[in-house]
């Protein structure tokens, strides 16, 4: 089970750390990731973490902007979003997936077999 939470109302400019607490599953082995859906759109990446932390990867739109860690002693995942702007208003997915994931293959929801419920992130102009 995954549990997404921290989403809020966040004024542009401003900064919100999602978390994603795992349960019921062996974690430190887990690469993780994090997408999201805007109104009217599809699912998008957003940004991925191999299991050791080692490895990340953003999305372009993203980068520069927000960092994904982990913290394997407490089976959390977490996306600390700064500069955030109105078109970063989504609802925001943590997604996992055992064993390791490269590359391309990292940034594909295909990739990701578990799925937490979502947070919504809301930036005000």
């Known amino acids: 089970q995954l549990q997404a939470s921290g989403g809020g109302l966040v004024q542009a400019g401003g900064s919100l750390r999602l978390s994603c607490a795992a349960s019921g599953r062996t974690f430190s082995r887990d690469t993780m990731g994090w997408f999201r859906q805007a109104p009217g759109k599809e699912r998008e990446f957003v940004a991925a973490?191999?299991?050791?932390?080692?490895?990340?990867y953003y999305a372009d739109s993203v980068k520069g902007r927000y960092t994904i860690s982990r913290d394997n002693t407490k089976n959390t995942v977490y996306l600390q979003m700064n500069s955030l702007k109105p078109e970063d208003t989504a609802v925001y997915y943590c997604?996992?997936?055992?064993?390791?994931?490269?590359?391309?293959?990292?940034?594909?929801?295909?990739?990701?077999?578990?799925w937490g419920q979502g947070t919504l992130v809301t930036v005000s102009s």
């Open positions: 973490i191999s299991w050791s932390g080692g490895s990340t």
């Open positions: 997604a996992a997936q055992s064993g390791s994931l490269w590359g391309l293959h990292a940034t594909a929801q295909a990739s990701f077999r578990s």
